[in-house]
């Protein structure tokens, strides 16, 4: 029995290949920490778990339209256009979906044809190679440099532009690298993309995860850019609400229309009360998040002071997201291995940059989604032993 061809193009994710590492160790007693996961290690706010469940003891437990609740719906568009400068109808141009991975397959299932070219900026959060081969689409890698902050080049992405170009993908705050990308570069971006009549793929899920004077910018807002471009977002990360699966698409409704029947026969709905729990993080209190965000920034200052002192390492002071993707081509060995030998002679779980596409070699992605304490931990346990292989 064959599995289809497109498969072939999917392979198994390099950060999951490293959750299961982890898995292994801490079942045979070992204690690790973990900077390799994406995820806000705080718990959801209580006034947004309290939703969920009051929308459960209510009975609020059945489908909802396939566009998601009106009030989560209306939420996200007065959001969008108070904090933003964005507008968009909550009946026909957002749709509420099962994280923004569903968000961003759907919205190149929706517009992609097979044979279609998408550029990525590489490294990338991983999923959207797959999700572009899984369209039938063409990913085409544009690189980004350690040595430039991972700020991408106008001309790097412009050489790549072909008569098949059909899409570009942005992502700021940037994931892995942290970097946010200001108003001029984007700016940019989005005259390149009126020149050669491509959609864009705004992933705009880290924007409140800024720590600098840096202000995040959406995409559709500069001028010929709302008909073009899918602003892809959710709740996951300025939330903690990862495992809630809450994301939307807001778009023209010429470009709705298409998505929302991907959706439709994929996961027909959100989670129904995850949706209610959607509607008050949004407009119940913010203060939890406030919190969050000014301890990332502390964390943020920290790791980067320390991962400069590691011997054979070069950091990027990240803007943005809570990571570092760090440079460790000094220290002889792939970042496969050093990855490896982190885990297990120091048992510190970060990711090797293989994971993150065609250009994520020399580096590794370090998470500083944990707590103060176990960072300053893993900084030294990191030291000594990145110290101990260089004396080898």
């Known amino acids: 029995m064959q ?7 999917v392979p198994f994710s390099g950060i999951r290949k490293i959750l299961e590492s982890v898995n292994r160790l801490e079942q045979e007693g070992k204690e690790i920490i973990r900077l390799e996961i994406g995820r806000p290690d705080f718990d959801t706010p209580d006034h947004i778990k309290a939703a969920a469940v009051t929308a459960l003891s ?14 989560l719906r209306n939420a996200i568009a007065q959001k969008l256009a108070e904090e933003n400068g ?12 099962a994280g923004a991975n569903e968000a961003v397959f759907i919205t190149m299932m929706g517009l992609l044809n097979p044979g279609d070219e998408v550029l990525i900026l590489d490294p990338c959060w991983p999923a959207y190679y797959p999700c572009a081969h899984m369209a039938g689409a063409v990913p085409v890698s544009v690189p980004l440099s350690f040595d430039n902050g991972f700020v991408p080049r106008i001309e790097d992405i412009a050489a790549r532009i072909t008569a098949k170009t059909r899409m570009l993908v942005v992502n700021t705050p940037h994931n892995p690298t942290g970097t946010v990308y200001g108003a001029d570069i984007l700016k940019d971006l989005a005259q390149l993309a009126i020149d050669n009549d491509l959609y864009v793929l ?5 924007e409140r995860l800024i720590y600098d004077e ?3 910018v959406s995409m559709g807002t500069f001028p010929g850019m709302r008909e073009r471009t899918i602003i892809v977002n959710g709740m996951s990360k300025v939330f903690s609400m990862t495992g809630w699966r809450l994301g939307y698409v807001a778009a023209n409704q010429s470009i709705t229309d298409s998505l929302i029947r991907i959706h439709q026969n994929t996961m027909a709905c959100a989670t129904t009360f995850a949706q209610w729990g959607g509607v008050e993080a949004l407009i119940g209190p913010q203060e939890e998040t406030t919190k ?3 301890e990332f920034k502390r964390r943020r200052d920290f790791m980067f002071g320390a991962m400069e002192k590691l011997p054979g390492v070069r950091a990027v002071k990240p803007g943005g997201a809570f990571y570092l993707f760090v440079n460790v081509e000094n220290l002889g060995r792939s970042a496969d291995e050093i990855a490896t030998y982190l ?4 048992g510190v779980a970060v990711v090797p940059g293989s994971a993150f596409g065609k250009h994520g070699d020399g580096c590794l992605r370090v998470s500083y989604a944990n707590s103060y304490e176990k960072l300053e931990i893993a900084a030294q346990r990191m030291s000594s032993a990145l110290a101990k292989l260089l004396n080898q």
């Open 3 to 9: 599995i289809a061809d497109r498969m072939a193009d």
């Open 58 to 71: 209510e009975g609020k437990v059945h489908y909802t339209s396939n566009y998601g609740i009106p009030e």
């Open 86 to 97: 964005l507008s968009y109808s909550p009946d026909k141009e957002v749709i509420v979906t």
């Open 202 to 206: 705004s992933d705009e899920i880290y």
């Open 214 to 216: 840096v202000a995040h």
């Open 292 to 294: 969050m965000i000014a």
């Open 343 to 346: 885990l297990e002679e120091a």
